[in-house]
């Protein structure tokens, strides 16, 4: 246990870290923002920041950062996070496809084959109960795929490593996030604001140095 | 045959009583089934159920003579120990090291009868029980290296720096549940003869120190302990020791190695036999986010794994006789239980499916509130709501952060003792009494959506079922309660949040906020 929570405390401090660089990095782009484009840049910086804890070594990573390059105005904003560190790795897209038609033809294969014996052991009954289950599996496996940035491509073993790996991903970033956003609230209302024309991200800026001084 | 002297004698000298008997009883009905395989001394059986029958039908073939049944774990371990103690019997009549006993009037001279055990006997019918090394260090080493689960097979396999016809032998992966196949551990003290390396080298490694962390795995242990303290034949090895203790350190990922080990042990794959992995086994208590390092480990273990294990027979399955030339590729070596297809598609089939159940597991112990189900359609749903509630949380959260008051200028102490604070409560999330610094009034409260009551309503639930903690309680205070002005302005943000940003539109989410905004203004 004591590794683990090691483990994720070290995670949670260089997601944070990586976080504000972003914020910092987007708010020198653009220096005045309304709520929904605080959102947003809140959002992708936070989304950069837990994938490059990955170091492009998950495929949802590499995914999701690939996925926010797309974007032109984004793009700059990511070479800047990036210039100094990781390198976005991208699988080639040619080999994604060989291989996903690989396991696609190799599926149909087996899932035939699998039929015919089935059929013949087991009566027709048990065979369509199984057949209605691995519908119901079917379904659900591909709105996961949906929800895994990058699983599009991969099969059921893969996918659920992944999964794993996002949802730990993830948790970090709720955490996160939310342990920010409540320091921020209590220190709102107990009073210690004060109107003043700091930028918002200055605002948050100091929380955050705080809290990893806090933390380290 | 008198199989119920043998067990008396036998006599569970670890102490666990009722076995005996339903050894003794298991041993007689499989008897005639394994013909000469040592009883059932793959035992590890897996619990329950078909567990003897596939118990004997692991460790029928090669185990043959020579296994030393492994002993496993309490429920199962008893069988073994009746069947270890058979087998010790049926060994020392083979090698003659042993004392008498053993009548091998039980064990029938038909080798073999079963084609199912055949293929990983690899073709040795040993017909006469071979001439296995007839130490009690072999036996010591088959007994503890059937306790290990299949976890450990990565450890056995690794001293697997045994000649090629042992190979065939690695390719035991004891099943999950506890099966366990006696795996011809070291070749170098077995007869060279086709025979005897089917019949097994337990690999028993000498492991017993090792970190087992596997749950299983620890099952095993004091079985395997227990053991070699009873003399059961050590294929002392020592360096197989050393592999494993080096393959440990590869392998550590949170302080369980052996579990890397066992997996990597899981990878030949042999046609016409099949056992479940004890991947599984190994995994449940590796942290998710390891698991990558542990693949690795585990394909490094298959690489160690594959100059050793030798040639599978014709029958084996294709992937066997590549086993020299795959440095990475992963392929999984099982073994047919009993009563099942032998074909090696299915027996891939079986693999994944396996595997998948395996990886499941570990999924049930980060999702919250699954520890319950059973059953991968049910899991997957709980596993999806899960992720869509935190991808929602990351919206919400990010939105509220965006709404911090941009002037808010903290002050340290303040900082510092909230954050103390914070840090001691996990779950903080929501207090109920949340004000939000509503936007400046300058910035336009817009850009607030479309209040989405269902879609509020909706990720309530889910996240209340995902995450059962302050949120909801948050929301439904924030909905029901009277209108302040903050509640409002906390609503807005939740269905902000909540809602897809994709939904995001500029209309006032009411027209009476603005109002309120220029109204709540100090």
């Not at chain 1, 070290?10 to 976080?19: A, G, I, N």
């Not at chain 1, 700091?198 to 100091?206: A, K, R, Y």
């Not at chain 2, 509640?487 to 897809?500: F, K, P, T, Y």
Request: with cysteine; net charge positive; glycine share 6%.
């Amino acid at each position: 246990m004591k590794a683990r929570t090691g483990y994720s405390t070290s995670l949670k401090q260089e997601f944070l870290k990586k976080w504000i660089k972003g914020i910092r990095i987007y708010s020198n782009f653009k220096k005045d923002m309304n709520i929904l484009e605080r959102k947003k840049a809140i959002k992708l910086s936070a989304d950069l920041a837990i994938a490059s804890t990955r170091n492009a070594s998950t495929r949802w990573s590499r995914t999701l950062t690939a996925n926010i390059s797309k974007n032109e105005t984004n793009k700059l904003f990511v070479e800047q996070i990036f210039s100094d560190s990781e390198v976005i790795k991208k699988e080639a897209p040619s080999r994604l496809m060989a291989r996903s038609n690989r396991i696609a033809s190799k599926k149909i294969w087996r899932r035939s084959h699998i039929t015919q014996i089935k059929a013949r052991k087991m009566g027709p009954y048990a065979v369509k109960a199984s057949s209605i289950a691995k519908k119901l599996v079917k379904n659900r496996t591909k709105v996961l795929k949906s929800l895994v940035p990058g699983g599009e491509n991969m099969d059921g073993i893969s996918l659920i490593k992944e999964t794993l790996d996002y949802i730990v991903s993830l948790r970090v970033q709720v955490d996160v996030m939310r342990r920010l956003a409540s320091a921020a609230e209590n220190s709102t209302r107990l009073g210690l604001s004060s109107k003043c024309s700091v930028h918002w991200l200055q605002g948050i800026f100091t929380v955050l140095d705080h809290w990893c001084a806090m933390v380290h | 045959m008198d199989i119920a002297g043998k067990d008396a004698t036998i006599e569970p000298e670890k102490g666990n009583e009722n076995p005996v008997n339903y050894c003794a009883t298991n041993m007689s009905s499989d008897w005639p089934l394994n013909d000469n395989y040592l009883p059932n001394t793959s035992v590890g059986m897996i619990p329950r159920g078909n567990s003897i029958m596939e118990s004997s039908a692991c460790s029928s073939a090669p185990m043959v003579d020579s296994f030393c049944p492994l002993i496993w774990d309490q429920p199962v371990s008893e069988q073994n120990r009746g069947y270890c103690h058979v087998n010790i019997q049926n060994n020392a009549r083979t090698s003659d090291s042993f004392g008498p006993s053993a009548g091998t009037g039980w064990i029938p001279d038909t080798m073999l009868r079963d084609d199912m055990f055949l293929p990983t006997v690899q073709g040795m019918v040993p017909q006469s029980l071979p001439q296995l090394p007839s130490d009690s260090g072999f036996i010591e080493r088959a007994a503890r290296f059937s306790c290990f689960s299949g976890g450990n097979f990565g450890d056995m396999m690794n001293p697997f720096s045994v000649p090629e016809y042992l190979n065939s032998y690695s390719g035991m992966l004891a099943s999950v549940q506890g099966q366990h196949e006696v795996f011809a551990g070291d070749g170098t003290k077995l007869n060279t003869t086709e025979s005897s390396k089917e019949a097994s080298l337990p690999l028993v490694y000498g492991t017993e120190g090792s970190p087992l962390k596997n749950e299983k795995m620890r099952e095993c242990l004091p079985c395997s302990r227990e053991e070699a303290q009873q003399g059961v034949c050590t294929l002392a090895n020592d360096s197989d020791e050393a592999e494993f203790s080096s393959r440990g350190d590869q392998e550590e990922l949170e302080g369980s190695p052996r579990e890397s080990s066992g997996k990597g042990v899981e990878s030949k794959k042999r046609k016409g036999t099949e056992q479940s992995t004890a991947l599984n086994v190994n995994n449940r208590a590796l942290k998710p986010s390891a698991k990558t390092a542990k693949d690795d480990a585990e394909i490094q273990n298959k690489d160690d794994l594959n100059p050793t294990t030798s040639k599978p027979s014709g029958k084996h399955g294709k992937k066997g006789l590549q086993w020299p030339d795959l440095p990475k590729e992963e392929y999984i070596r099982v073994r047919a239980r009993r009563g099942q297809a032998t074909n090696s598609h299915s027996l891939a089939e079986r693999l994944r499916r396996e595997r998948i159940s395996e990886r499941m597991k570990f999924l049930q112990d980060l999702v919250p509130g699954c520890s319950k189900i059973t059953g991968k359609a049910v899991m997957l749903d709980e596993i999806i709501n899960y992720v869509q509630s935190l991808q929602r949380q990351v919206e919400f959260l990010s939105m509220k952060l965006a709404t911090v008051n941009p002037w808010l200028n903290f002050s340290i102490e303040g900082l510092l003792t909230k954050d103390s604070r914070i840090g001691s409560s996990s779950s903080l999330g929501f207090p109920p009494d949340v004000t939000i610094p509503y936007p400046p009034p300058h910035q336009t409260p817009p850009g607030l959506i479309q209040p989405d009551l269902s879609s509020l309503a909706n990720s309530s639930n889910a996240l209340r079922r995902s995450i059962n903690s302050p949120f909801t309680p948050a929301f439904r205070e924030s909905t029901s309660q009277a209108p302040s002005m903050w509640e409002d302005e906390l609503h807005n943000v939740v269905q902000m949040g909540i809602s897809s940003s994709a939904h995001l539109s500029s209309q006032d989410l009411s027209g009476s906020l603005p109002p309120r905004h220029i109204k709540a203004e100090p």
